[in-house]
């Protein structure tokens, strides 16, 4: 059974940073893609970035890219969510997922996900 576990939330004001990490536990196959998506109140879920664990590849939101960078650790088992330039639009909480396939944006497409990590950006 795999266990996500993010942490590293917070508040912070506008221009700040915070950086998420999500430690994952027991095993996934080594193809497969991990991510990040965030909820703010009211709003759907929505994806933020994705990593390709076995290649490195990194996408982004447009709303995040230049911004954010999705990181993985050597051993794989460790996501970080580096946030950089925080705005008050980026409030929501943040959820780590992995065991995606496919297109890396559809949170559909993946089957583990972590219980969220809060941030709030103040203006």
């Known amino acids: 059974q795999v266990q996500l576990v993010e942490s590293g939330g917070g508040s912070v004001q506008a221009g700040g940073s915070l950086r998420l990490s999500c430690a994952a536990s027991g095993y996934m196959s080594r193809n497969y893609i991990m991510g990040w998506f965030r909820q703010a109140p009211g709003k759907e879920r929505e994806w933020v970035a994705s990593?390709?664990?076995?290649?490195?590849?990194?996408f982004y939101a447009g709303s995040v890219k230049g911004r954010f960078t999705i990181s993985q650790a050597n051993a794989k088992n460790t996501l970080y969510l580096q946030m950089n330039d925080l705005v008050p639009e980026d409030t929501a909480m943040y959820y780590c997922?992995?065991?995606?396939?496919?297109?890396?944006?559809?949170?559909?497409?993946?089957?583990?996900w972590g219980q969220g990590t809060q941030v709030t950006v103040s203006s």
């Open positions: 990593i390709i664990t076995q290649s490195g590849s990194t």
């Open positions: 997922a992995a065991g995606g396939v496919g297109w890396y944006a559809n949170s559909n497409n993946y089957e583990y």
